[in-house]
Nanobody, 124 residues
Framework: VQLQASGGGLVQAGGSLRLSCTAS????????MGWSRQAPGKEREFLSA????????YYADSVKGRFTISRVNAKNTVYLQMNNLKPEDTAVYYC??????????????????WGQGTQVTVSS
């Protein structure tokens, strides 16, 4: 399984970025997908997840109302639209894939596969 994340970069506070993650080596349409981030010196934070059916979505309180997760099964791709970015959003962002039969899609522990990460830096 490979998860290739892209779309990170440097943006000013209040700006937007859209992260993409393309998966291969798994049955994407039946996989739940998620995003997490890790800032220097901090624990990894599970941010958002989307059920394989696309109808159930989870957001951590820290990003609710600013970030939007979506997926296009035909492209094996999950997206994270990030608006109104803040300096505290600076982190490496990782995408993840999991088998929904193994647990709750909104729990990080359910996700077995993780991508290599993409850096997001928000300047003040």
């Amino acid at each position: 399984v490979q998860l290739q994340a892209s779309g990170g970069g440097l943006v000013q506070a209040g700006g937007s970025l859209r992260l993409s993650c393309t998966a291969s080596g798994l049955t994407f349409r039946s996989s739940s997908m998620g995003w997490s981030r890790q800032a220097p010196g901090k624990e990894r934070e599970f941010l958002s997840a989307i059920h394989w059916n696309g109808r159930s979505i989870y957001y951590a309180d820290s990003v609710k109302g600013r970030f939007t997760i979506s997926r296009v099964n035909a492209k094996n791709t999950v997206y994270l639209q990030m608006n109104n970015l803040k300096p505290e959003d600076t982190a490496v962002y990782y995408c993840a894939a999991g088998n929904p039969a193994l647990g709750s899609f909104s729990s990080a522990s359910m996700y077995r596969y993780w991508g290599q990460g993409t850096q997001v830096t928000v300047s003040s």
